[in-house]
């Protein structure tokens, strides 16, 4: 191998890849630049300049009208709880079904399996689905927000798989020393499991932040929308009215506002994926190249 790479072909390959690389780089790089850039510039500078990466001056006028409405830090409230509440039922209800899955004793395995792989390929529908949420009494509830998404059929799939391929020799020893079922999972199963729970934590968490779609059909109370779907209302309408008359700013930046509220919707998620990304290419494998 390091022959090739010795090689004018070689070289001329490796000059190219790296090239080619550094470009894809930039341009997924750059952009999320800008869009940091942009929301420290004025509203001058932005109708100005079509792309920059430096903002000739420093504003924090729309950082100053977000944080000072009880809307938006609303919203985050609700966000960072629907996140965090449903990725703590998603993993339990996702860890809990995949372990007894994984055990090829369990009556009715292959009915349940085949069940969940059905429902990975069709789905009741948009409308279908709101005539359940409806009949729960979970319209206008965070819940909405959860439960009818709580368990991601794919990722139930890796976890069994990555459940069915745990040392059996470990459950046998458990058992000999009197451990039982729920206690062989939590002592010993969960343990062994930390880079997938890490991973699909990681999965879950990304999934609830940036999920708007859902909020648009279940939530019409403006004070539980979470922060994706305000987003998403800003992006759409010029001029979105905060619902704050006492708001530092009186007339908000609207350019500077959008990308600003962006990096704040952003920042967590990119914050919060340091913490799992040791565990996260390592989780993905063991649980899918097994199976």
Same mark, same amino acid.
């Given at each position: 191998?390091?022959?090739?790479?010795?090689?004018?072909?070689?070289?001329?390959?490796?000059?190219?890849?790296?090239?080619?690389?550094? $470009? !894809?780089?930039? &341009? @997924?790089?750059?952009?999320?630049?800008?869009?940091?850039?942009?929301?420290?510039?004025?509203?001058?500078?932005?109708?100005?300049?079509?792309?920059?990466? +430096?903002?000739?001056?420093?504003?924090?006028?729309?950082?100053?009208?977000?944080?000072?409405?009880? @809307?938006?830090?609303?919203?985050? %409230?609700?966000?960072?709880?629907?996140?965090?509440?449903?990725?703590?039922?998603?993993?339990?209800?996702?860890?809990?079904?995949?372990?007894?899955?994984?055990?090829?004793?369990?009556?009715?395995?292959? &009915?349940? =399996?085949?069940?969940? +792989?059905?429902?990975? $390929?069709?789905? %009741?529908?948009?409308?279908?689905?709101? +005539? $359940?949420?409806?009949?729960?009494?979970?319209?206008?509830?965070?819940?909405?927000?959860?439960? /009818?998404?709580?368990?991601?059929?794919?990722?139930?799939?890796?976890?069994?798989?990555?459940?069915?391929?745990?040392?059996?020799?470990?459950?046998?020893?458990?058992?000999?020393? %009197?451990?039982?079922?729920?206690?062989?999972?939590?002592?010993?199963?969960? /343990?062994?499991?930390?880079?997938? !729970?890490?991973?699909?934590?990681?999965?879950?968490?990304?999934?609830?932040?940036?999920?708007?779609?859902?909020?648009?059909?279940? !939530?019409?109370?403006?004070?539980?929308? /979470?922060?994706?779907?305000?987003?998403?209302?800003?992006?759409?309408?010029?001029?979105?009215?905060?619902?704050?008359?006492?708001?530092?700013?009186?007339? /908000?930046?609207?350019?500077?506002?959008?990308?600003? $509220?962006?990096?704040?919707?952003?920042?967590? !998620?990119?914050?919060?994926?340091?913490?799992?990304?040791?565990?996260?290419?390592?989780?993905?494998? =063991?649980?899918?190249?097994?199976?």
């Amino acid at each position: 191998m390091n022959k090739m790479h010795n090689t004018p072909a070689g070289r001329v390959f490796d000059v190219f890849n790296h090239v080619l690389l550094v $470009v !894809i780089a930039l &341009v @997924t790089f750059l952009p999320f630049v800008y869009v940091v850039a942009g929301s420290f510039a004025t509203e001058a500078e932005l109708s100005r300049r079509a792309f920059f990466l +430096i903002p000739e001056t420093f504003s924090l006028d729309a950082y100053s009208y977000i944080f000072s409405t009880s @809307t938006f830090i609303r919203s985050i %409230g609700v966000s960072v709880f629907v996140t965090v509440a449903g990725t703590l039922v998603s993993l339990a209800l996702t860890l809990t079904m995949a372990y007894p899955l994984s055990r090829k004793k369990l009556l009715g395995r292959n &009915v349940f =399996l085949n069940l969940i +792989i059905f429902s990975m $390929v069709f789905t %009741g529908g948009m409308i279908p689905t709101y +005539i $359940v949420v409806r009949s729960l009494g979970l319209l206008d509830s965070l819940w909405a927000l959860i439960l /009818p998404m709580a368990i991601n059929p794919f990722y139930l799939i890796i976890v069994k798989t990555f459940f069915q391929h745990l040392p059996e020799e470990l459950e046998e020893a458990a058992k000999i020393d %009197g451990c039982t079922e729920i206690g062989i999972f939590w002592r010993i199963v969960l /343990p062994l499991s930390k880079p997938v !729970i890490a991973t699909f934590a990681l999965f879950y968490a990304v999934f609830y932040w940036n999920d708007f779609f859902n909020a648009l059909l279940y !939530i019409s109370d403006s004070s539980k929308w /979470p922060v994706q779907l305000l987003l998403q209302q800003l992006m759409m309408i010029a001029n979105v009215d905060f619902g704050e008359m006492d708001a530092m700013l009186a007339d /908000p930046p609207e350019e500077s506002l959008k990308l600003a $509220v962006i990096v704040v919707a952003t920042v967590p !998620i990119l914050i919060f994926y340091p913490f799992l990304q040791k565990h996260f290419a390592k989780g993905v494998m =063991l649980g899918s190249v097994k199976g």
